[in-house]
């Protein structure tokens, strides 16, 4: 099993910064990928970016040129740089992982940060 705990969500105004972290623990023999999911009031869960274990990235277009993941393997850490955020970016964001575990690749999910963008 592999648990995550996201951290670093909060109130931000427009045009503001957060930085979220999200740290892998458990058993588990790798992480494939590591990345973050939101899900805003009334709406499906999404893809915002997500990083592979050779650094490699995928982001969502809204987010493109605004948000930066990145990954410290030895740590076990994923970390969502989010920059001029917008009110559309309010949601509860999840990070995930796919990790290696004795019964083979599986998805996991940490139980969300709230990031409001309000002035």
């Known amino acids: 099993q592999v648990q995550l705990v996201e951290s670093g969500g909060g109130l931000v105004q427009p045009g503001e910064s957060l930085r979220l972290s999200c740290v892998a623990s458990g058993s588990f023999s790798r992480i494939n990928y590591m990345g973050w999911y939101r899900q805003a009031a009334g709406k499906e869960r999404e893809l915002v970016a997500l990083?592979?274990?050779?650094?490699?990235?995928n982001y969502a277009d809204s987010v493109k040129g605004r948000f930066t993941i990145s990954r410290d393997n030895g740590k076990n850490t994923a970390y969502l740089q989010m920059n001029s955020l917008e009110p559309e970016d309010t949601a509860v964001y999840f990070c995930y992982c796919a990790a290696g575990t004795l019964s083979g690749l599986r998805d996991f999910w940490g139980k969300g940060v709230l990031v409001t963008v309000s002035s």
């Open positions: 990083v592979t274990n050779n650094v490699g990235t």
